[in-house]
């Protein structure tokens, strides 16, 4: 392999791409706009991607899944949010749920949740944040308390991705509240049908409409001793290094979001005509253009790079990862804001989809850590 041949996805990679398009394209873009606008969790996109395998590609063939890498599951998300943000949610949250238990876990744990995971048996979320524990999350007041071998769950986590629709949640819990703040926090596996265990109601958002998020609620939940995932007090750290992992996958959805924007604004701009010719001829418009492309390049390369760190676990994964996520999401919301701005009048109202890819678009400044926290962990990274 030449040094070139790290700057460009392989064949296989490619194909990868050419895969999931094709069933973005036919199963999962005629309904979007209809998820979107009754706000109904995308069945058909699910139905879709467990056909083709694509609904948690990052699982280990070890547990009966595509085993594909961290940039292979990047493609996936990115062609997916290039139709449909709110579908492309399911491999990024499948892998966001699991990815603990994939750093942490012991072989039956993983055999036990991966498995059916990879089958299309089952959905993963992951449980961080609570109403007063967001961006500081070793504040959380979630507790487990041992009884015997048994553990005993109390309390709530907030803006759960795919809450109602997973069968199996990452909970991050307090086991010891007088121990040291950040290592006194251990990681479990809950079950949707586990008695004491409830959901919120569905927030009403801005924008990934067919997402559910709510809340969950543990009212004394009795948790077996053997869904600990990883080591006692190890939870916290568990949960920072997922996220310099998934993060790169938002940053994938933003580049998907972004590049689904450009595609429908530059067809709208070679189409309409105005002062007797087509839009798109006007100098204005295309630097408009020119300014879109460059800044989506450029975070498509980013996420790349971060996607190839995560995949060897490099040591600088946590600053690439904020970097992609960070930069990534915010050329997304330029990118799609131009285009309705591109589109004019039109570009406002719900008969075209830049505005739905706008309003989910937000959203990627946000959830795995707003884009203030990404540049905290890049400085920190840079002041080592």
Same mark, same amino acid.
């Given at each position: 392999?030449?040094?070139?041949?790290?700057?460009?996805?392989?064949?296989?990679?490619?194909?990868?791409?050419?895969?999931?398009?094709?069933?973005?394209?036919?199963?999962?873009?005629?309904?979007?706009?209809?998820?979107?606008?009754?706000?109904?969790?995308?069945?058909?996109?699910?139905?879709?991607?467990?056909?083709?395998?694509?609904?948690?590609?990052?699982?280990?063939?070890?547990?009966?899944?595509?085993?594909?890498?961290?940039?292979?599951?990047?493609?996936?998300?990115?062609?997916?949010?290039?139709?449909?943000?709110?579908?492309?949610?399911?491999?990024?949250?499948?892998?966001?749920?699991?990815?603990?238990?994939?750093?942490?876990?012991?072989?039956?744990?993983?055999?036990?949740?991966?498995?059916?995971?990879? =089958?299309?048996?089952?959905? $993963? &979320?992951? @449980?961080?944040? +609570? %109403?007063?524990? /967001?961006?500081?999350?070793?504040?959380? !007041?979630?507790?487990?308390?041992?009884?015997?071998?048994?553990?005993?769950?109390?309390?709530?986590?907030?803006?759960?991705?795919?809450?109602?629709?997973?069968?199996?949640?990452?909970?991050?819990?307090?086991?010891?509240?007088?121990?040291?703040?950040?290592?006194?926090?251990?990681?479990?596996?809950?079950? =949707?049908?586990?008695?004491? $265990? &409830?959901? @919120?109601?569905? +927030? %009403?958002?801005? /924008?990934?409409?067919?997402?559910?998020? !709510?809340?969950?609620?543990?009212?004394?939940?009795?948790?077996?001793?053997?869904?600990?995932?990883?080591?006692?007090?190890?939870?916290?750290?568990?949960?920072?290094?997922?996220?310099?992992?998934?993060?790169?996958?938002?940053?994938?959805?933003?580049?998907?979001?972004?590049?689904?924007?450009?595609?429908? =604004?530059?067809?709208?701009?070679?189409?309409?005509?105005?002062?007797?010719?087509?839009?798109?001829?006007?100098?204005?418009?295309?630097?408009?253009?020119?300014?879109?492309?460059?800044?989506?390049?450029?975070?498509?390369?980013?996420?790349?790079?971060?996607?190839?760190?995560?995949?060897?676990?490099?040591?600088?994964?946590?600053?690439?990862?904020?970097?992609?996520?960070?930069?990534?999401?915010?050329?997304?919301?330029?990118?799609?804001?131009?285009?309705?701005?591109?589109?004019?009048?039109?570009?406002?109202?719900?008969?075209?989809?830049?505005?739905?890819?706008?309003?989910?678009?937000?959203?990627?400044?946000?959830?795995?850590?707003?884009?203030?926290?990404?540049?905290?962990?890049?400085?920190?990274?840079?002041?080592?």
């Amino acid at each position: 392999m030449s040094a070139f041949d790290l700057y460009r996805p392989s064949e296989e990679h490619d194909a990868i791409r050419e895969a999931v398009r094709a069933v973005a394209e036919d199963k999962i873009a005629p309904h979007a706009a209809a998820v979107d606008e009754t706000a109904r969790f995308p069945q058909a996109a699910y139905d879709a991607l467990r056909a083709s395998d694509f609904h948690a590609p990052h699982v280990s063939e070890a547990y009966g899944g595509a085993g594909a890498d961290a940039l292979a599951t990047c493609v996936v998300i990115e062609e997916v949010a290039r139709v449909c943000a709110s579908s492309s949610l399911i491999p990024a949250v499948n892998k966001l749920g699991s990815m603990p238990l994939i750093l942490a876990g012991s072989e039956d744990v993983k055999q036990r949740y991966l498995t059916p995971l990879a =089958a299309g048996e089952a959905m $993963f &979320s992951y @449980g961080l944040s +609570e %109403r007063e524990a /967001g961006s500081d999350t070793a504040s959380m !007041r979630t507790r487990a308390v041992a009884d015997g071998d048994d553990w005993i769950l109390s309390g709530q986590k907030s803006w759960i991705t795919n809450a109602g629709v997973s069968q199996y949640y990452t909970v991050m819990a307090v086991t010891d509240p007088d121990g040291p703040r950040g290592r006194n926090i251990s990681a479990f596996v809950v079950h =949707a049908d586990d008695p004491g $265990f &409830s959901l @919120g109601e569905p +927030e %009403r958002k801005l /924008g990934i409409k067919g997402s559910p998020t !709510r809340e969950l609620v543990f009212d004394n939940v009795r948790l077996p001793g053997d869904r600990l995932v990883g080591e006692v007090g190890s939870g916290l750290r568990t949960a920072l290094r997922t996220l310099d992992h998934t993060r790169v996958t938002i940053g994938a959805q933003a580049v998907g979001i972004a590049q689904g924007a450009l595609d429908y =604004a530059l067809g709208y701009v070679k189409e309409r005509k105005q002062f007797g010719k087509a839009v798109a001829d006007f100098q204005g418009i295309q630097f408009m253009l020119a300014d879109m492309a460059m800044k989506l390049e450029s975070a498509r390369q980013m996420v790349y790079v971060a996607a190839a760190k995560s995949e060897r676990g490099d040591a600088d994964l946590p600053f690439f990862g904020a970097a992609a996520k960070c930069l990534a999401s915010d050329v997304a919301m330029d990118i799609t804001t131009d285009a309705v701005q591109l589109l004019g009048g039109y570009g406002y109202t719900r008969d075209y989809p830049v505005e739905r890819m706008m309003r989910d678009a937000k959203i990627t400044q946000i959830y795995e850590g707003t884009n203030q926290i990404q540049r905290l962990v890049m400085a920190r990274q840079l002041l080592k």
